[in-house]
Each structure stands twice: as structure tokens, then as C-alpha cells.
């Protein structure tokens, strides 16, 4: 808990509108709460110890791009062994595609949309539509912003979302 409130500060702007992790200013965030967090990391490994490692990777990269995506999808892999649900494969699918590009995330994320158990979830369509974005795949990264719009569940979501609809449409000209 620690480790993820440490960010608390820096994930949203002054007007209330989320910043994604990779933007976050982390300078913001609360050092002093991410090394108890860290130094707390001990003991058997238990499903709440690799949610808690998980953070620590993103809690102590010193820039976005430091990020040790490949232990994070690692991590999120034997999460699964203990804790197997859509939900850890959708952050996994995250990790694979930082750690080895938006396609081979995008695969991840598209298996899980079609065994539809994430159905209704905001996140996956947002997840799918950042994927897009990152690949260039303007009309359909709208599509997929759109219904995460949709389906978002405050103005803070909705905002951010139009957002990133804005920027894909003017890719798209």
C-alpha cells in the first residue's frame, strides 16, 4: 500500500485529470514511503508480496523509460500462478508490451477480449486503444478510445479519454 499511495500526488493534474504512470511528474512522488515499501519486501512470496514487488519496479525507476517492464510482465506471469484472472493477464498484457512492443501486447490484449471475460471493463478497450495509438493504428486506436469512453465511470476517465481521442483524430487529419 505503501508504494502505490507514494504516487498519490502526481497521478492526476491540477484540474483532476489522470496522468498515466509514464507521464507522472516523480518528483511528486513520496520517496520516503517507496524505500518502507521496498525495505518491507521480505519474507515468503505470497500473491500480495508480487503485487507489492510489481510496484516497487515502477516506484523506484527513476524515469518512466528505467521501468524494468520485463521483470513487471515476469512478476505478473507467476502472479498468475497463484492468482490466475483476467484482470492479472490485462496488466501482464501491459508489461509484455512495454517490455517487447504494443504487438506483442496487443496479442495478449485481443485473446482476452475474445474469451470475453473482461467484458464491460473500462480498461480493456483502454488498454487496446493505447496499444493502437503506439502503433500508428490511428482509426482503429479511436474506435477502441471510444468505447472505453463509453463504459469510463468519471469525468476524470471521460476527460482524459476525449484527450487521447483529440490526439488520435488529428493523426488521422
Not at 26 to 49: A, C, D, N, S
Not at 108 to 119: C, P, S
Request: hydrophobic share 45%.
Amino acid at each position: 500500500m505503501l508504494l502505490h499511495h507514494s504516487r498519490v500526488d502526481a497521478r492526476t493534474d491540477s484540474t483532476g485529470v489522470l496522468i498515466p504512470l509514464e507521464e507522472q511528474d516523480r518528483t511528486r512522488w513520496h520517496h520516503e514511503m517507496i524505500g518502507e515499501g521496498v525495505r518491507l519486501l521480505t519474507g515468503t512470496v505470497t500473491p500480495y508480496q508480487l503485487q507489492a514487488a510489481i510496484a516497487a519496479c515502477h516506484a523506484t525507476a527513476a524515469t518512466a523509460g528505467e521501468t524494468d517492464w520485463a521483470r513487471i510482465a515476469a512478476l505478473y506471469e507467476r502472479l498468475a500462478g497463484f492468482a490466475a484472472s483476467p484482470f492479472v493477464e490485462l496488466n501482464r498484457a501491459v508489461a509484455v508490451a512495454m517490455a517487447e512492443g504494443p504487438a506483442a501486447g496487443l496479442v495478449l490484449v485481443d485473446a482476452i477480449t475474445d474469451a470475453g471475460a473482461l467484458e464491460g471493463y473500462p480498461l480493456l478497450p483502454a488498454t487496446r486503444a493505447d496499444l493502437l495509438r503506439r502503433l500508428g493504428r490511428w482509426a482503429e486506436a479511436e474506435n477502441a478510445y471510444r468505447q472505453a469512453l463509453a463504459l469510463a465511470p468519471g469525468d476524470s476517465e471521460r476527460t482524459y479519454l476525449r484527450r487521447r481521442i483529440d490526439e488520435v483524430r488529428a493523426r488521422l487529419g
